[in-house]
C-alpha cells in the first residue's frame, strides 16, 4: 500500500493533555502523515497525579488509553493520543532513575490502539523531607531549580496537601513554612514537579517516544497493511565473548510483527555476542 492511501493520512487527531505536549507530539506526526493536531486539556489528574492527591489505579497503559478515549469522546475526533510517564527506580539498575514514556494511538472506528514506549536515564527526579529554615542548596542543584518545577506536600490531617509548579525561591520558602505547620509529621516533602511543563527533561523523553510512535503509526503491516507495524518481541540467546558459555535471555535480535494479524518478520540483529562483563561465568 502507498503512502498516499495511508488510513490516517492527512487525518485530525486530538492530544489529551493538560500539560503542553502539543509541541512535543504532534511534529513527527505532521511530518510524517500531515496530521492536524489539537490538544484538548481534560482532566487527566482523575486517573491519578504523580504528588499523590490522586491514586493511580490503572496500569500505565490503561491510564494512557484511557485518556486517549476521553479525547475521543469530549471532541468527537475518530483518533486521539494521549502519554502517560513512569518515573522512579529502574527495574534493571535500582540506584538509578529512569522514566519510562508510555504513548498510545487510538482509532476509535477500527478499535485499533497502537503503543510505542521509550526509556531514559536522563531524567531529574529527586526528592528530600525537610522543615523550615533548612539548608536546601545542594538539594535545589541537584534538582536543576528553577529550570526544573518543584512540588512541597505534606499529609495534614491525613489528607495529601501539595503546592505544585514552584519555580522561585520565595514560593518555595513560603510553601515549605506553611505546610510544615500544617503537616502531621512536621515536616514536608521537596520533590521534582514531574508534570511535562515543569520538567524539561521529561519533555525530551516524551519527545523521543512521539517520534518512534509515529514511526509506528506510520509503518503498515506488509501482510494486511494495518498500521503500527514494528517490533513485538525479541529472539533470545548468545553466548559470551570470551568463555562461550549461552544466556539464554540475552538479547539477539529483533522480531517485528503486525499488531492485528500473525504476519511477522526478522529484524534487526542487535548483539552477536555477550560482552564478559555482562557474563554470569566470567563476571559472577
Same mark, same amino acid.
Given at each position: 500500500?502507498?503512502?498516499?492511501?495511508?488510513?490516517?493520512?492527512?487525518?485530525?487527531?486530538?492530544?489529551?493533555?493538560? @500539560?503542553?505536549?502539543?509541541d512535543?507530539?504532534?511534529?513527527?506526526?505532521?511530518?510524517?502523515?500531515?496530521?492536524?493536531?489539537?490538544?484538548?486539556?481534560?482532566?487527566?489528574?482523575?486517573?491519578?497525579?504523580?504528588?499523590?492527591?490522586?491514586?493511580?489505579t490503572?496500569?500505565?497503559?490503561?491510564?494512557?488509553?484511557?485518556?486517549?478515549?476521553?479525547g475521543?469522546?469530549?471532541?468527537?475526533?475518530?483518533?486521539?493520543?494521549?502519554?502517560?510517564?513512569?518515573?522512579?527506580?529502574?527495574?534493571?539498575?535500582?540506584?538509578?532513575?529512569?522514566d519510562?514514556?508510555?504513548?498510545?494511538?487510538?482509532?476509535?472506528?477500527?478499535?485499533?490502539?497502537?503503543?510505542?514506549?521509550?526509556?531514559?536515564?536522563e531524567?531529574?527526579?529527586?526528592?528530600k523531607?525537610?522543615?523550615?529554615?533548612d539548608?536546601?542548596?545542594?538539594?535545589?542543584?541537584?534538582?536543576?531549580?528553577?529550570?526544573?518545577?518543584?512540588?512541597?506536600?505534606?499529609?495534614?490531617?491525613?489528607?495529601?496537601?501539595?503546592?505544585?509548579?514552584?519555580?522561585?525561591?520565595?514560593?518555595?520558602?513560603?510553601?515549605?513554612?506553611?505546610?510544615?505547620?500544617?503537616?502531621?509529621?512536621g515536616?514536608?516533602?521537596?520533590?521534582?514537579?514531574?508534570?511535562?511543563?515543569?520538567?524539561?527533561?521529561?519533555?525530551?523523553?516524551?519527545?523521543?517516544?512521539?517520534?518512534?510512535?509515529?514511526?509506528?503509526? @506510520?509503518?503498515?503491516?506488509?501482510?494486511? @497493511?494495518?498500521?503500527?507495524?514494528?517490533?513485538?518481541?525479541?529472539?533470545?540467546?548468545?553466548?559470551?565473548?570470551?568463555?562461550?558459555?549461552?544466556?539464554?535471555?540475552?538479547?539477539?535480535?529483533?522480531?517485528?510483527?503486525?499488531?492485528?494479524?500473525?504476519?511477522?518478520?526478522?529484524?534487526?540483529?542487535?548483539?552477536?555476542?555477550?560482552?564478559?562483563?555482562?557474563?554470569m561465568?566470567?563476571?559472577?
Open positions: 500500500m502507498s503512502a498516499t492511501n495511508h488510513p490516517y493520512l492527512n487525518r485530525e487527531v486530538v492530544l489529551t493533555s493538560k @500539560h503542553q505536549k502539543l512535543l507530539i504532534a511534529p513527527p506526526f505532521h511530518s510524517l502523515l500531515n496530521t492536524t493536531m489539537c490538544e484538548l486539556p481534560l482532566d487527566t489528574d482523575q486517573f491519578g497525579t504523580f504528588s499523590g492527591e490522586k491514586e493511580r490503572l496500569s500505565q497503559y490503561e491510564s494512557a488509553v484511557a485518556k486517549a478515549r476521553l475521543i469522546e469530549s471532541s468527537g475526533i475518530a483518533l486521539a493520543i494521549a502519554s502517560e510517564g513512569a518515573i522512579g527506580s529502574d527495574p534493571q539498575i535500582p540506584l538509578l532513575n529512569s519510562l514514556e508510555l504513548l498510545v494511538f487510538v482509532d476509535s472506528q477500527a478499535e485499533l490502539v497502537i503503543a510505542q514506549s521509550y526509556r531514559s536515564f531524567i531529574v527526579a529527586v526528592t523531607e525537610c522543615v523550615a529554615g539548608d536546601l542548596s545542594e538539594f535545589l542543584n541537584s534538582a536543576d531549580f528553577p529550570n526544573h518545577g518543584l512540588i512541597v506536600r505534606a499529609i495534614c490531617d491525613g489528607v495529601v496537601r501539595a503546592v505544585k509548579g514552584i519555580t522561585d525561591i520565595n514560593t518555595l520558602k513560603d510553601a515549605i513554612s506553611s505546610l510544615s505547620s500544617a503537616s502531621d509529621a515536616s514536608v516533602i521537596v520533590e521534582s514537579d514531574l508534570r511535562a511543563h515543569y520538567s524539561p527533561s521529561r519533555r525530551a523523553n516524551i519527545a523521543k517516544a512521539a517520534q518512534l510512535l509515529a514511526e509506528r503509526v @506510520h509503518a503498515q503491516c506488509p501482510g494486511c @497493511h494495518t498500521p503500527g507495524w514494528g517490533v513485538v518481541s525479541y529472539e533470545r540467546g548468545l553466548a559470551c565473548s570470551e568463555c562461550g558459555v549461552e544466556d539464554s535471555n540475552a538479547v539477539r535480535a529483533e522480531i517485528l510483527g503486525c499488531i492485528s494479524c500473525d504476519f511477522t518478520q526478522a529484524g534487526k540483529t542487535l548483539a552477536t555476542s555477550i560482552d564478559p562483563a555482562r557474563c561465568e566470567c563476571n559472577p
